[in-house]
Each structure stands twice: as structure tokens, then as C-alpha cells.
């Protein structure tokens, strides 16, 4: 350690230490805002009577704890507070979740056309190849009207099953056709896989915080629920998971590994491989969500867990309800081991999933420029994430956090721990603005003072407006 850093017990903290100090309080009472430029070395040095190096010192120190960022030739600025890790919880015990209503509050909200829709997660039809898919349906549909409207029975679509296969490889993985079984949207391709391998009264592990959509399939199903927590960049906890696994038998683990939901955090692929190494000890399968897989905002996609599976424990699960059409209800698995079971159970939920979407996905997957569109999408979320965040940072109260999501299209923002996000929810759809309160993301109702902002709606003057508004109203809570 640095000989300047260093303290002996019974003096004054050294002059860097109380340079950085008093710019911390600044930061932290909100007299310098994310974004602002702190006082130029010079200007410091002059301000707190202390040499150049002492300043500099006391900025490299507040630049460790991520409070301040240096800019080249420009100086040094404040950041975005970033969201720290949670604590780990070691007496978690797992229960029946309960996640009530607040799943159904949100998802009326999100119907109401003249409410500003930063609650549910999906992606605006203003930013999706809508007028294409037109196209693409009305033709299908024109040259093969009796396909159209047949049953396509389990395990689905030929041609879809076959362009899912092909793109695995993106994945790192490789998927054959006849591994993959087409499903109504994600949400039936996770209610498979979770009665496939376990029964009622089951612990599941999930990520804390979770999707909520996940913990009502468990609700509904009576399973209980463990969460282990998550690490804001690199995803679920491994010791943690480690710990649970060796106390309590747990039936199945959910994870959504890239880009999860809400936090948007990618686990590594080191933490992947330990990850799968974890579960084939025990023969656990995992749930592998890759909803958000190809919407990284970096240039590469990620691999995923059923890459490194070698014993069909990995059940992956796909959707196109992020990158394509929500409303087409088009997803899939590939259940591994578990293919036949999956396939039964299918039959007994939704019998098959509906035909035409499933074609016109296949052909739009095949010759309608996916990859194209997907890049654009990737770009467009990650500006507007950045254009959210920005705002978040100048008009939310002083002290709020907020996550760096390497990809997807939400941000997971907390509160001071003095601001309740139901409440807040109740006072800012009164006001036409929509947002999903922490404690759905919770089996324990826990986040209270967080909450999650969709910025899949491009910013225009009324939206920006909004999440200003949703920030005073959070400054008068
Ligand atoms: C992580 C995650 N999994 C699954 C789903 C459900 O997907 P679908 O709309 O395809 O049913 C969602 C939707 O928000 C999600 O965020």
C-alpha cells in the first residue's frame, strides 16, 4: 500500500484521506451530481491547502470507490452511483413464494395506453421489424393456407427448430433440430422445464433479485423458492449457490446467465464453467434462461452454460419475444435428458404451439436479416440505456444507484433505504407512469427500496419528462 494511504491508529486520517473525504460529502448530499466536474487539481489543491500530489491522491482514492472517473485532458467527473453487491445471507431458508398481485397491477397498467410504460419489459413496436413480419405473415399465410391453420404438433415448426439450431452456434453450443421443442413465448418453455424436473414442495434456486415472472410460475406450482444472491456485473453468487447446495437439496436451479433480469449482469465464462461443473456434481439440472443472450451491448455474444454440459443436465430455454415479436408468443427449449418428459408436457399445456407465428419466425430467422436487425437493436438499447441512466442521475434523490447492464434493456435502480417503492409505485401511477417495484423481484418481498425501469420505449420529451417527474416524486417520498 501506498505510504500516503496509510494511517496510524490515534492521528488524523492523512491529508488525501481528508481531501477525499470532503469530496465525498459533496457527492453524497447531492451538492455534486453524477456527471458534474469536481474542482480542477489546481483549484483543490488552493481550496483545501494542500499540495497537487495530495489532490491527485484523494481523486485516485475517490476514482477506487467507483465514486469519480478521470477523463483524458478533460479532468475528473462524478459517476453514476453503481450498485454494490448484496450481502450474502447465510440462514436463507427456502419457502413458497408470494408474490400476490402486484404481477397482475403491472401488467393492467401496461395495457392502459395512455400510461408511461417503464413497468413491463418489452421492447416498444416502434423499435421491432413490424411492417416486415406483416409482410412476411400475410404471404405464409396466402401461400400455405392449409399449414397455417393445422396443429404443428410437439416438438414444433421443422423449419424453426432448424434456424434455433443453426444460431446455437453463435451460443458456443450446438443444438441439433431434433433436440429442440418449440414452446408458447419463454414463459411456457420455463413452466416445462421446471414441472419436468421438480414436484411441488421442491427448492428451486433462483437469482435474488429475480424476473418476477419466474417466481409466480413457482407460486403457482408450489415450489419453494431459495434465492441466492447476485453480483451486479457477474451474476449469481457461486459460493453462495455452493453453500446452499451442500445444505439443503435443491431440486433445480433457474439462472439466467447472460444479461439477466433486472440487473442486466453477465456471468463470466470461468463463472460458467464452474457453474455447470457445481451442478453435474450433484446431478442438478439447471434452468437456463438465454431470453437476453443476444442483446449484449458489447460486440460479442456470449456463450452459454449448455456449452460446457456434457451430461443433458442444462434445459436451455430461448424466446423471441425480446428481439422480434412479443405478441407472436414464439419460444423454445432444448431439455437435454429431459426431452421426452418435456415433450409430454407440452401436450398437456398448450398441445402445440400456434402455426403461423412459428413459420414466420423460421423465415424471418432464414432470410429476413436477423443479424441485421439484431445489431441495430443492440446499439439502440444500449444509447438508450444510457440516455435513461443519464437522467435517473440528474433527477433522482441523492443516493440512488443504479445498474450498469451489459445488456438487455433495463436498469435496476436503488433508492435511498428510506423510500418505499410500492407506495412510490401507487403515487406514480396516479400520475400515469408505470415502473416494476422492487419486492416483485423478491420470494421475500425484498428490494423494498428498489425498482425497475423498462428503456425499451425510445426517449422522446414526454417520457423524459416522465422519469423526471417519477424522480421528484421519489425526492418527496
Ligand atoms: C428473464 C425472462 N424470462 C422469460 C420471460 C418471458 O418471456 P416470453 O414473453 O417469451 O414468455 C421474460 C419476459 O419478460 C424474461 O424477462
Not at 251 to 258: F, H, K, R, S
Request: net charge positive; with cysteine; aromatic share 6%.
Amino acid at each position: 500500500m501506498d505510504a500516503t494511504r496509510m494511517n496510524r491508529p490515534g492521528t488524523d486520517p492523512p491529508l488525501y484521506a481528508q481531501v477525499a473525504a470532503a469530496v465525498q460529502e459533496l457527492i453524497d448530499s447531492g451538492a455534486l451530481r453524477p456527471g458534474d466536474r469536481v474542482p480542477s487539481i489546481r483549484r483543490a489543491s488552493r481550496q483545501h491547502g494542500v499540495s497537487a500530489n495530495t489532490v491527485v491522491e484523494a481523486y485516485l482514492a475517490l476514482e477506487d470507490r467507483g465514486l469519480i472517473e478521470g477523463r483524458p485532458k478533460s479532468g475528473f467527473f462524478v459517476r453514476s452511483r453503481v450498485l454494490a453487491k448484496a450481502p450474502s445471507r447465510r440462514t436463507e431458508r427456502p419457502r413458497l413464494v408470494e408474490v400476490g398481485n402486484l404481477q397482475t397491477r403491472l401488467f393492467d397498467a401496461a395495457r392502459m395506453r395512455d400510461v408511461v410504460p417503464f413497468g413491463a419489459a418489452y421492447p416498444s413496436a416502434d423499435v421491432l421489424p413490424a411492417v416486415k413480419f406483416a409482410r412476411i405473415t400475410a404471404a405464409l399465410a396466402r401461400q400455405h393456407p392449409r399449414e397455417s391453420i393445422s396443429y404443428d404438433m410437439p416438438p414444433g415448426s421443422d423449419a424453426l427448430r432448424r434456424e434455433v439450431a443453426k444460431r446455437s452456434l453463435e451460443a458456443g453450443t450446438t443444438l441439433t433440430p431434433e433436440e429442440i421443442i418449440t414452446t408458447c413465448g419463454g414463459t411456457e418453455a420455463l413452466s416445462l422445464a421446471i414441472r419436468a424436473v421438480t414436484k411441488p414442495g421442491d427448492v428451486v434456486a433462483v437469482e435474488s433479485p429475480t424476473y418476477f415472472g419466474l417466481l409466480q410460475l413457482l407460486d403457482d406450482l408450489r415450489r419453494r423458492a431459495i434465492e441466492i444472491p447476485m453480483d451486479p456485473r457477474n451474476g449469481m453468487d457461486l459460493d453462495a449457490l455452493e453453500r446452499t447446495v451442500r445444505r439443503e437439496r435443491v431440486a433445480a436451479v433457474v439462472a439466467v446467465p447472460n444479461f439477466s433480469n433486472p440487473l442486466g449482469s453477465a456471468m463470466p465464462e470461468a463463472h460458467k464453467a464452474r457453474l455447470a461443473e457445481v451442478l453435474r456434481a450433484r446431478e442438478i439440472p439447471l434452468i437456463e434462461d438465454d431470453i437476453n443472450g443476444e442483446l449484449g451491448h458489447g460486440s460479442t455474444r456470449p456463450k452459454v452454460v449448455h456449452a460446457q454440459d456434457h451430461a443433458g443436465l442444462v434445459l436451455l430455454c430461448g424466446s423471441y419475444s425480446k428481439t422480434l415479436a412479443p405478441g407472436y408468443r414464439v419460444g423454445w427449449i432444448a431439455p437435454g435428458r429431459f426431452y421426452e418428459r418435456v415433450k409430454g408436457l407440452k401436450l398437456t399445456t398448450t398441445l402445440a404451439t400456434p402455426s403461423l407465428p412459428q413459420m414466420a419466425v423460421a423465415e424471418f430467422l432464414a432470410n429476413g436479416g436477423y443479424d441485421h436487425h439484431l445489431r441495430s437493436l443492440r446499439t439502440l438499447f444500449a444509447t438508450q440505456v444510457a440516455r435513461y441512466r443519464a437522467i435517473i442521475s440528474a433527477s433522482f434523490p441523492p443516493g440512488t444507484r443504479v445498474s450498469e447492464p451489459a445488456g438487455g434493456f433495463v436498469l435496476w435502480v436503488e433508492l435511498p433505504a428510506r423510500i418505499a417503492a410500492l407506495p412510490l409505485q401507487e403515487r406514480a401511477l396516479a400520475e400515469g407512469i408505470s415502473f416494476a417495484p422492487g419486492p416483485m423481484f423478491s420470494a421475500r418481498q425484498r428490494f423494498t427500496n428498489f425498482l425497475r425501469i423498462n428503456c425499451a420505449h425510445p426517449v422522446d420529451s414526454k417520457l423524459e419528462d416522465a422519469l423526471a417527474r417519477l424522480g421528484s416524486l421519489a425526492k418527496r417520498a
